[in-house]
Nanobody
Framework: QVQLVETGGGLVQAGDSLRLSCAAT????????MGWYRQAPGKKRDSVAG???????TYADSVKGRFTISRDSAKNTVYLEMNSLKPEDTAVYYC???????????????WGQGTQVTVSS
């Protein structure tokens, strides 16, 4: 009932920047928190950044000072601006959101399909 679509991934060199976007669509009453996870080859999926309705943000230690998460509530869209990219940032990046549905009033977590970010040395 909620779809998340990520865009903006690609192949870049170390030191470059990328901006990821994730738009939420569907039959929901509201979206609570939105965020980004990533999964590198052979690794588990880890949290990168999150943002609340009030704009409060959290970041993984590995990306603090380099990545910035933001949201446009009117467009139900979350962004991740990634600067000074490093080879260790290479991963599939997944958008996630917690939404309250109109039908049952239940709150569920949803995931996007993922977008590949590859950083060469």
């Amino acid at each position: 009932q909620v779809q998340l679509v990520e865009t903006g991934g690609g192949l870049v060199q170390a030191g470059d920047s990328l901006r990821l976007s994730c738009a939420a669509t569907g039959n929901f009453y509201s979206i609570n928190v939105m965020g980004w996870y990533r999964q590198a080859p052979g690794k588990k999926r880890d949290s990168v950044a999150g943002i609340s309705n009030e704009g409060s943000t959290t970041y993984a230690d590995s990306v603090k000072g380099r990545f910035t998460i933001s949201r446009d509530s009117a467009k139900n869209t979350v962004y991740l601006e990634m600067n000074s990219l490093k080879p260790e940032d290479t991963a599939v990046y997944y958008c996630t959101a917690v939404a309250t549905l109109r039908y049952r009033g239940t709150t569920l977590r949803y995931w996007g399909q993922g977008t590949q970010v590859t950083v060469s040395s």
